[in-house]
């Protein structure tokens, strides 16, 4: 399991965490917070990316939780 942090385009912080499950697929769950108050949570599922490189997975990881809070809210 790997972790990630991060801020969205909205203001949120967050703190998830994430792997790779099988066939290319990648899971991960996410905490929000404002100002140090829990906002909510997500997870998802990313297909395809048993050819991505290790050293990209992070980024498209946060870019999917950033796309997932800010399109949801």
């Known amino acids: 399991m790997t972790t990630v942090s991060g801020k969205t385009k909205n203001g949120f912080t967050y703190e998830?965490?994430?792997?790779?499950?099988?066939?290319?697929?990648?899971?991960?769950t996410a905490t929000f917070r404002r100002d140090g108050d829990y906002a909510g949570m997500r997870h998802g599922c990313m297909f395809g990316m048993q050819d991505?490189?290790?050293a990209a997975l992070d980024d498209l990881v946060k870019a999917d939780i950033e796309a997932t809070w800010t399109d949801a809210t």
Do not use: M
């Open 16 to 28: 998830g965490d994430y792997e790779q499950a099988s066939a290319g697929r990648i899971v991960w």
């Open 52 to 54: 991505t490189a290790l």
